[in-house]
């Protein structure tokens, strides 16, 4: 995210005009607080600006710290509360939008909160300016990054002429190297009113975070309340360094969001084949990412298309067909019949273990007789043969739709 974060010439005349003029020093930071420029120092700096001019990163801390104050919420000039334990002086931070994106946060020390009216008025004239100036300096740098965004969303549609033009795009460009392998992320999360940080922010720089130092071949694309990973390899990501990443993501989620990142869920999905493949792998990440929300209990937050088994058939159907009457009648009747649920946990063990009455029993921990009175009760209730093969895969399947499907 920050490489699209352009300052040039302009825009340091600019802050550095602006420092001299208050007699303070002025950073830009972008919008995960890294930062980008800086004026000359007045002898006012912190030790989280001292740390930040010299690693050019303040650290995650600081970032999350800003931006739980709510800084990428704000439109004008603002107080950011200082914390003696992080070193932070108070400043007035002003976030910089370019066509309606934040692209940026202007910060001005003001540990004893002298600046004047005057002053604030003129740092929210200048911020604009800047960012005007910021804006089209990234547009300069990179004249194709709109064109490159369209083309990413393009290459993962359901449109095939869309996808087409975004191949065509993406090899005359470059911008991602032929490679075979795949791998789709995808975020998705519910929106918050209580979260300090707007959830597109939140999804960026969480992704950003984890992946900015890992993979010069990925992608990211932020749409509502999604966001898309892509990553091209010469060979298949190692399943678990995907894991590892979809974990680190959900913790930066949590940094930014607090708890409304409970309703966060990642799906991975992969593939081969190459960026013309890429659309399959969305679309298993989107899957996954259906099996993540209505199978919670079951999958947890983070789910590979890969695990999911005839799950994935299952919920690859419209919405229209994942209710309570697509169950099969014989596996509903069963249900109406079976207050405690004894008898569908029997049938799915029983289902799981292939028909083994053995590995059944052991599983349930109970005797050979008794586990064949329960089959024997399953089968009067639901009317279903279980030493039937079709009997059984209508039973097994209806069990997972069971699981999938919002009961009345």
Not at 18 to 36: F, Y
Not at 143 to 162: C, I, K, T, W, Y
Not at 181 to 206: G, Q
Not at 241 to 268: N, V, Y
């Amino acid at each position: 995210m920050s490489s699209s974060v352009i300052a040039g010439a302009e825009v340091l005349s600019m802050v550095d005009e602006l420092g001299e003029a208050l007699g303070r020093s002025v950073v830009i930071d972008d919008p995960a607080v890294r930062l980008i420029c800086s004026s000359r120092h007045f002898g006012d700096e912190d030790k989280v600006r001292v740390r930040a001019m010299l690693d050019r990163d303040a650290g995650d801390e600081i970032g999350r710290f800003v931006l739980g104050q709510g800084a990428a919420r704000w439109h004008g000039p603002h107080i950011l509360e200082g914390s003696e334990e992080l070193g932070l002086e108070s400043r007035l931070c002003v976030p910089l939008y370019g066509s309606g994106m934040l692209i940026g946060l202007l910060m001005v020390i003001d540990a004893d909160r002298s600046l004047t009216t005057a002053e604030i008025d003129h740092i929210d004239k200048a911020s604009r300016d800047i960012a005007t100036q910021m804006y089209a300096d990234s547009l300069a740098s990179d004249p194709r990054q709109l064109e490159r965004r369209n083309a990413l969303r393009d290459l993962v549609s359901g449109d095939a002429q869309a996808r087409q033009s975004a191949l065509i795009f993406f090899d005359e460009s470059r911008d991602l190297p032929a490679l075979d392998s795949i791998a789709v992320t995808v975020v998705a999360a519910d929106r918050s009113e209580d979260s300090e940080t707007p959830l597109d922010i939140a999804l960026r720089i969480s992704i950003d975070t984890v992946t900015r130092m890992r993979s010069k071949n990925a992608r990211i694309y932020i749409a509502d309340d999604r966001a898309l990973l892509l990553q091209v390899t010469s060979r298949p990501m190692n399943r678990d360094d995907l894991e590892r990443q979809a974990q680190q993501i959900k913790t930066e989620l949590h940094r930014l969001l607090g708890d409304a990142s409970d309703r966060a869920w990642i799906g991975i999905g992969t593939t081969t084949g190459g960026l013309s493949n890429t659309s399959v792998a969305k679309h298993r990440a989107d899957v996954a990412i259906k099996a993540a929300t209505r199978l919670a209990t079951i999958t947890g937050p983070i789910v590979f298309w890969d695990d999911l088994g005839v799950d994935a058939v299952l919920l690859d159907l419209p919405e229209t067909s994942l209710v309570w009457t697509a169950v099969p009648q014989p596996l509903r009747a069963l249900i109406a019949a079976d207050a405690s649920g004894k008898l569908v946990h029997t049938l799915r063990s029983f289902l799981d273990h292939g028909g083994s009455i053995s590995r059944t029993a052991t599983a349930l921990h109970m005797h050979r007789t008794s586990l064949y009175y329960r089959l024997e009760q399953i089968r009067v209730a639901s009317g279903m043969d279980l030493d039937s093969g079709s009997d059984r895969l209508l039973m097994h399947v209806g069990l997972h739709l069971l699981d999938i499907v919002e009961r009345p």
